[in-house]
T-cell receptor, first 112, second 112 residues
């Protein structure tokens, strides 16, 4: 089955700096890669996603890049703000397309 | 629009007791999932369903059973609770694997 590795597990940045979270996946047939943000006491919420036919996608301060050859994808947050502090999860669809496999999460802290 | 609703939100069980967690979605989604979240281990898939009347095992199915008798409901059962099942449980639903998954608020279960 699919295996998703996520790094780093914790990340602390100064407000205004950029943050980068990286994930690798094992199943070359995976074709959907979402990123979720989980705030304290809440369920995860989708913030951005990318499909295998696209190399990069951007939404305001958030961008995701995908390298299918190397089987890794990354989340980039620019001009970080205190409200960006949360746990972020990457995920990849399985080759059979019937379920998502999540990474182990990155706890991001933005220092004011 | 309620989205995905989980009941109960908190529960304490004694070892050996049984209980059922209920997940209800009002978005007419075909796919529903049960995950457990443990520190440092991300979101691990317990069971999932690709439509009414179907269920399938995920990554960590042992000790759990599920049923999807109605499209809008997905039940997770623990027949004989063990301390290792202490966790936060999340239900999610989506139209299909390659679309946004919506999560409930979670159920914090403690088995003593």
């Amino acid at each position: 089955g699919e295996n998703v590795e996520q790094h780093p597990s914790t990340l602390s940045v100064q407000e205004g700096d950029s943050a980068v979270i990286k994930c690798t996946y094992s199943d070359s047939a995976s074709n959907y890669f979402p990123w979720y943000k989980q705030e304290l006491g809440k369920g995860p919420q989708l913030i951005i996603d990318i499909r295998s036919n696209v190399g990069e996608k951007k939404d305001q301060r958030i961008a995701v890049t995908l390298n299918k050859t190397a089987k890794h994808f990354s989340l980039h947050i620019t001009e970080t703000q205190p409200e960006d502090s949360a746990v972020y999860f990457c995920a990849a669809s399985s080759g059979s397309g019937d379920k998502l496999t999540f990474g182990t999460g990155t706890r991001l802290a933005v220092r004011p | 629009n309620a989205g995905v609703t989980q009941t109960p939100k908190f529960r304490v069980l004694k070892t050996g007791q049984s209980m059922t967690l209920l997940c209800a979605q009002d978005m007419n989604h075909e796919y529903m999932y049960w995950y457990r979240q443990d520190p440092g281990m991300g979101l691990r898939l317990i069971h999932y369903s690709v439509g009414e009347g179907t269920t399938a095992k995920g990554e960590v199915p042992d000790g759990y059973n599920v049923s999807r008798l109605k499209k809008q409901n997905f039940l997770l059962g623990l027949e004989s609770a063990a301390p290792s099942q202490t966790s936060v449980y999340f239900c999610a639903s989506s139209y299909y694997t390659g679309s946004e998954a919506f999560f409930g608020q979670g159920t914090r279960l403690t088995v003593v």
